[in-house]
């Protein structure tokens, strides 16, 4: 028995310990100091933490603007000392400089890196009355045709213009090449042969000093380019324009052709300054000043060995090789030409595609192929009555019914006797259609103002962010009143994650034992969705049960 007690008591002692843990754990509070102001007029938010370690960090929200509401000042935060903890209190001063009603979206505030979330407030911003008897009234001045401010023909042109002025400055460059190069080249000294040309031009070298001065791929560069001049001119092939490898190569089939008695030394001695000089223009390589003397020596000793080897050639040996080298300069013309019209044609193909991806998709998109609520105004549009009580209105396609008992919480669902919902499109679409009727288990009188604010929370349930909300009464054709809730929300893409800024209207009537609502949204700065919009708001019929 005494065991038993004992237990009770250890099990009692631990519920009060528990509690008293967790009446100690941080506490975030939220309040606004007014819940309707006028415009341009500050409310007050009140951020408050209770029950803070004095050891803790806090780190309250900062930001020139929370949801569509602006940060006029943050205030200092405020201390409160509760012995060993503290209450913490941050205040901002928000406003808006346009009526409606706006909700603050659920801030983060962090603890020791442990986050707590805000409450989501709703502000109320009046509009100024102006009291008509006091202030001067004018007559109202004349309709007058206002200036077209679009510019889109001025980016087209420019487009074109610059799509134009590059295509002619490729053309221009390729054809001042072409003439450049078939440019005969003057000669300020007449040589009687190759190797004279080739021994005069080493010499020359020399005397230029570039290695004295450190410029090194210079003097590698003019190195090789009197062995590649020789060589093309004495044994006839393209050397200039060659590889290493190809250049080698070239050889090996013009000394087999002509009987030239060279030897494999003579290929492997040229080949490795040719190697050395691609290493030194290319990779940056600096030889030691003996491989340099090497090198220089190796092409002398290179021009001189194949000079001598080179025998006399017959009128028709001359002939041919001639003509074979005809050939190759031919297809190395053609190989350029091709080159530069490939640059050319691409060159173009860029500007153009540029072009197009930031002026002339829309043109293509409006004029030719159509845009989604383009065809969806122009279409055949189908009028039909929705729900029960029904809801007769006209759109561009036939709603959908959608099973209600996914789309509204259990609690709500509880109260409902029948709900039946009818969808067109998604929230992010371009178009967004929605009709949904409710019966109610018992008698109820709706408040269509907190009807409609319940909308509104539905819509953040499913994502919305920054939502503007007006609200005016609202009468159908045939007289029956509602209200009409409208503005503009943010709905995230599935796809990309990013806001897709959009504009809404409610319509909200209630009857006997019920509600009836319509829900249209589209995308902002689309031309063509708000005629969709006027046409469906102006085609709603709604039939009342009596009471």
Not at 343 to 350: L, N
């Given at each position: 028995m005494k065991r038993m007690n004992i237990k009770k008591l250890v099990t009692f002692l631990l519920l009060i310990l528990s509690a008293a843990v967790f009446a100690q754990q941080p506490q975030l509070e939220t309040s606004m100091d007014s819940t309707s102001i006028k415009i341009g007029s500050q409310a007050n938010l009140i951020l408050k933490t209770t029950d803070v370690d004095t050891a803790a960090t806090v780190n309250f929200p900062e930001g020139k603007n929370f949801g569509q509401l602006e940060v006029l000042e943050s205030y200092p935060v405020d201390t409160v000392v509760k012995g060993a903890k503290y209450d913490l209190i941050k205040k901002y001063g928000l406003t808006q400089f346009d009526s409606g009603r706006y909700v603050l979206p659920r801030l983060s505030v962090f603890i020791n890196d442990k986050q707590f979330r805000t409450d989501s407030l709703a502000l109320v911003v009046n509009p100024v009355q102006v009291d008509t008897l006091k202030q001067k009234m004018y007559?109202?001045?004349?309709?007058?045709?206002?200036?077209?401010?679009?510019?889109?023909?001025?980016?087209?042109?420019?487009g074109v213009v610059v799509a134009a002025g590059i295509a002619f400055g490729v053309w221009f460059l390729i054809k001042k090449n072409r003439e450049a190069k078939n440019k005969p080249k003057e000669e300020e000294v007449h040589y009687e042969s190759p190797i004279e040309k080739a021994t005069t031009h080493l010499k020359s070298?020399?005397?230029?000093?570039?290695?004295?001065?450190?410029?090194?791929?210079?003097?590698?560069?003019?190195?090789?380019?009197?062995?590649?001049?020789?060589?093309?001119?004495?044994?006839?092939?393209?050397?200039?324009e060659s590889t290493t490898a190809e250049l080698i190569e070239a050889m090996k089939q013009a000394v087999r052709r002509k009987n030239m008695g060279l030897n494999q030394e003579t290929f492997e001695e040229l080949e490795r300054v040719l190697r050395n000089a691609d290493l030194v223009k290319f990779a940056k390589m600096r030889p030691l000043?003996?491989?340099?003397?090497?090198?220089?020596?190796?092409?002398?000793?290179?021009?001189?060995?194949?000079?001598?080897?080179?025998?006399?050639?017959?009128e028709e040996d001359n002939e041919h090789t001639l003509a074979w080298l005809e050939a190759q300069r031919k297809k190395e013309k053609q190989k350029r030409k091709n080159r530069n019209i490939i640059?050319?044609?691409?060159?173009?193909?860029?500007v153009?595609?540029?072009?197009?991806?930031?002026?002339?998709?829309?043109?293509?998109?409006?004029?030719?192929?159509?845009?989604?609520?383009?065809?969806?105004?122009?279409?055949?549009?189908?009028?039909?009555?929705?729900?029960?009580?029904?809801?007769?209105?006209?759109?561009?396609?036939?709603?959908?019914?959608?099973?209600?008992?996914?789309?509204?919480?259990d609690d709500v669902a509880a109260m409902i006797k029948e709900m039946q919902i009818f969808i067109y499109g998604a929230m992010y679409d371009n178009l967004y259609v929605m009709v949904s009727t409710a019966n109610y288990n018992q008698k109820v009188d709706i408040d269509l103002d907190l009807a409609l604010d319940g909308g509104i929370k539905t819509m953040e349930s499913r994502g919305a962010t920054n939502i503007i909300v007006k609200k005016e009464v609202f009468a159908t054709e045939s007289g029956l009143q509602g209200v009409r809730g409208y503005g503009n929300l943010s709905m995230p893409n599935p796809v990309t994650k990013s806001p897709v800024r959009m504009y809404?209207?409610?319509?909200?009537?209630?009857?006997?034992?019920?509600?009836?609502?319509?829900?249209?949204?589209?995308?902002?700065?689309?031309?063509?969705?708000?005629?969709?919009l006027d046409r469906i708001k102006e085609s709603i019929e709604i039939t009342k049960l009596n009471n």
């Open positions: 007559d109202i001045k004349d309709v007058s045709t206002a200036e077209s401010k679009s510019l889109l023909w001025l980016w087209i042109l420019i070298l020399e005397g230029k000093a570039l290695l004295q001065r450190g410029e090194v791929k210079d003097y590698y560069s003019e190195l090789t380019d009197i062995a590649r001049t020789y060589i093309e001119e004495a044994i006839h092939i393209p050397a200039m000043e003996y491989e340099i003397a090497e090198d220089r020596n190796r092409i002398e000793k290179t021009i001189v060995v194949i000079d001598q080897s080179i025998p006399e050639e017959k640059i050319a044609v691409a060159t173009v193909v860029v153009l595609g540029v072009t197009f991806y930031f002026v002339g998709r829309n043109v293509m998109r409006n004029y030719i192929t159509g845009i989604p609520t383009q065809e969806l105004l122009e279409g055949d549009w189908v009028k039909s009555s929705y729900g029960n009580p029904p809801v007769t209105i006209e759109t561009p396609k036939v709603l959908k019914r959608r099973d209600a008992s996914e789309m509204i919480p809404y209207e409610a319509y909200m009537f209630k009857h006997a034992n019920g509600l009836q609502q319509i829900f249209i949204m589209y995308r902002e700065g689309d031309e063509y969705a708000p005629k969709i």
